[in-house]
């Protein structure tokens, strides 16, 4: 499953072959050939606004260690854009490609005589947010920089790489920010545009942000290959644990058949054990239905029940930490906080989506409070309450389409709660895969 590529293609004269890097030392790294690129020290672009102008962020103000970590953004500017010298470059991007101010990074970009941008590429949602889940903006031109967008919501392979090329960039940059989870689409837009820069010919740069959930571990199914889809393309666990530029290494040296010419722009002062509020960064929604980064902390867990009948909150203000269905009363909440499940507690709860399922009825459940993070495992929470609301509620079902299995990866949660098993022996039903993907997960992380 997890068979090594070839080593790929070198960056255009950017460097020196050097062994793989272990530790977010380096400026960038190129996984394919393993390059690594020591800090130049060019001019300091950064505009004093990005760390300074705090009252106009919606973080609070950052202290001096949170000053000292630094997105792959922040540092390629730092730098002086050198990585991008002499590059036509389009941007991957959404609301969420922000500086500590909350300055969009494209409008950042277009002002700076440093850096030649003269494209944009909008995933789903859209470049700057404007589309609901399963939408996108399609293509036009950005009113505020004059840019032209294009779509790649749902493109891949040729059809994606001849946006590419009618796009005349040289080089593609990424800078995303994701949720953590496998199913959480934005990593396959990544995934895709590394695979279509490949077939185009063109060099792919990805700017690195913090997992918001910790980079602790990776938890939960691993992804069967016959179950791919836009929300799960490769073998990855459903946790992943990993940041976006140590999945972009993975891609290339696991996945992609042809590796991309690749660049990582790595963060610096970033922890595996911390949380999203330990950046001292604004959190910008990635998607209209992840509001929060506590939103991000239940999200690979709970959005298993898009997989049922039941509501996972869409329509609420507390999306995925909102769960219920017509019929269902507090004998749920009580079947599962008597599991004494690590770090969470659920709350008897009524409400009435604006959207989405049960759009306008008063519907029952439970909402989740998570009150130790590092306890609390969300894969297992999840899978615990699929298992007791089937027991306590009459009405549950699965999706007619098995979306469960795309989410899940198999069929072996949806067969395994269908049959009576308990959270612990559905557990245990994937930790060998999981075992095998942690091993080779090790080979690309980046920070400690």
């Not at 409008?107 to 440093?114: E, L, S």
């Not at 470049?127 to 939408?135: D, E, I, L, N």
């Not at 998570?370 to 007791?388: E, K, S």
Request: with cysteine; proline share 5%; aromatic share 10%.
């Amino acid at each position: 499953m997890y068979q090594r590529k070839g080593t790929g293609i070198a960056a255009k004269g950017r460097g020196e072959l050097r062994d793989k890097p272990r530790t977010t030392d380096s400026f960038h790294t190129t996984c394919g050939s393993n390059t690594v690129h020591p800090m130049r020290l060019s001019r300091r672009a950064l505009l004093a606004a990005t760390t300074a102008a705090t009252a106009l962020s919606s973080a609070p103000p950052a202290s001096a260690a949170q000053r000292r970590r630094q997105t792959g953004f922040e540092r390629l500017v730092d730098d002086g854009y050198a990585l991008l010298d002499g590059d036509r470059v389009g941007i991957v991007t959404n609301p969420t490609g922000v500086t500590r101010d909350v300055r969009h990074i494209v409008d950042v970009m277009h002002a700076d005589n440093g850096v030649n941008l003269t494209a944009v590429f909008g995933p789903e949602h859209g470049f700057r947010g404007t589309a609901q889940a399963g939408g996108s903006e399609g293509r036009y031109d950005d009113p505020a920089t004059g840019l032209p967008v294009y779509d790649t919501y749902l493109k891949s392979g040729r059809p994606l790489a001849d946006i590419f090329t009618t796009s005349g960039v040289d080089t593609i940059v990424f800078d995303i920010q994701d949720a953590g989870a496998r199913f959480y689409t934005y990593i396959w837009t990544l995934y895709d545009c590394m695979e279509a820069a490949q077939l185009a010919g063109k060099r792919l740069v990805v700017l690195d942000r913090p997992n918001p959930v910790t980079g602790r571990s990776a938890e939960g199914p691993v992804l069967h290959k016959d179950f791919a889809t836009f929300v799960g393309r490769q073998p990855i666990s459903q946790a992943h644990g990993m940041t976006v530029a140590e999945l972009a290494r993975m891609f290339n040296g696991e996945f992609l058949t042809t590796p991309v010419e690749l660049d990582t722009v790595g963060m610096t002062e970033w922890k595996r054990s911390e949380f999203y509020d330990a950046s001292g960064l604004p959190w910008v929604p990635p998607s209209p239905n992840m509001p929060t980064p506590d939103t991000a902390l239940v999200y690979s867990g709970t959005c298993l029940f898009e997989g049922t009948n039941l509501s996972e909150g869409r329509g609420t203000t507390r999306p995925f930490e909102l769960l219920g269905a017509e019929g269902i009363d507090g004998r749920w909440a009580a079947e599962v906080n008597q599991l004494g499940l690590p770090g969470v507690g659920f709350r008897e709860a009524y409400f009435a989506p604006v959207f989405s399922k049960f759009q306008g009825k008063t519907i029952g459940g439970v909402q989740i409070h998570v009150h130790d993070r590092a306890a609390y495992d969300p894969v297992r929470t999840g899978i615990a309450l699929l298992v007791t609301a089937k027991k306590v509620w009459s009405g549950f079902a699965w999706r007619s389409d098995n979306w469960i299995d795309k989410l899940t990866g198999s069929t072996r949660v949806r067969t395994a709660i269908d049959a009576g098993a308990g959270t612990d022996e559905v557990v245990a039903g994937w930790q060998k895969e999981l075992a095998a993907f942690r091993k080779v997960r090790r080979e690309y992380l980046l920070y400690r």
